[in-house]
T-cell receptor, first 111, second 107 residues
């Protein structure tokens, strides 16, 4: 079955370290997205990519980086520059700008 | 960039009561999605609206998109504890979301 996979489900990071969250899809979707969610709040767009080797900043890109070397993969790196990285991170993919599919998320905790 | 504003931010209702959540866009909507979520879990797709004046229903949930395509409402009839969660509206395109409405349904 086609779908979108995020790993790991839970991630712990020491302060000052970079960490990479994985997002893989086998839906042949062109576009991929990363969101951050804090408790009791909605989703804020970090980065999105409409095509391989191209991506755009969302509303809260500072402290994050992404790459899109393959259509299937859109990893997100949370850098040490991100002041408050503890959050729930969701990845999504879509055909151009429609028909969105979401992963099950990664909960990142800084210890 | 397009901004979505949801109201109310949180809502506590007694089981069996009706409720409405609103979503207002700063620009014309070319597609509006409603999702339900519990924090720390994935999103559950509820429905998508595209045409001005469109209305869709699923079980006890009805969503409408106004004629000018800048506002949508989500109405729940006879709420149940299973309706509790965060309701999110999202604008098609970059798929930006409103801040969400936290719904609590007390038995």
């Amino acid at each position: 079955d086609g779908g979108i996979t995020q790993s790991p489900k839970y991630l712990f990071r020491k302060e000052g370290q970079n960490v990479t969250l994985s997002c893989e899809q086998n839906l042949n979707h062109d576009a991929m997205y990363w969101y951050r969610q804090d408790p009791g709040q909605g989703l804020r767009l970090i980065y999105y990519s409409q095509i391989v080797n191209d991506f755009q900043k969302g509303d809260i890109a500072e402290g994050y980086s992404v790459s899109r070397e393959k259509k299937e993969s859109f990893p997100l790196t949370v850098t040490s520059a991100q002041k408050n990285p503890t959050a729930f991170y969701l990845c999504a993919s879509s055909i151009s700008f429609g028909g969105y599919t979401f992963g099950s998320g990664t909960r990142l905790t800084v210890v | 960039s397009q901004e979505l504003e949801q109201s109310p931010q949180s809502l506590i209702v007694q089981e069996g009561k009706n409720l409405t959540i609103n979503c207002t866009s700063s620009k014309t909507l070319y597609g509006l999605y409603w999702y339900k979520q519990k924090y720390g879990e994935g999103l559950i797709f509820l429905m998508m609206l595209q045409k001005g004046g469109e209305e869709k229903s699923h079980e006890k949930i009805t969503a409408k998109l106004d004629e000018k395509k800048q506002q949508s409402s989500l109405h729940i009839t006879a709420s149940q504890p299973s309706h509790a969660g965060i309701y999110l509206c999202g604008a098609a395109g970059r798929l930006t979301f409103g801040e969400g409405t936290q719904l609590t349904v007390n038995p």
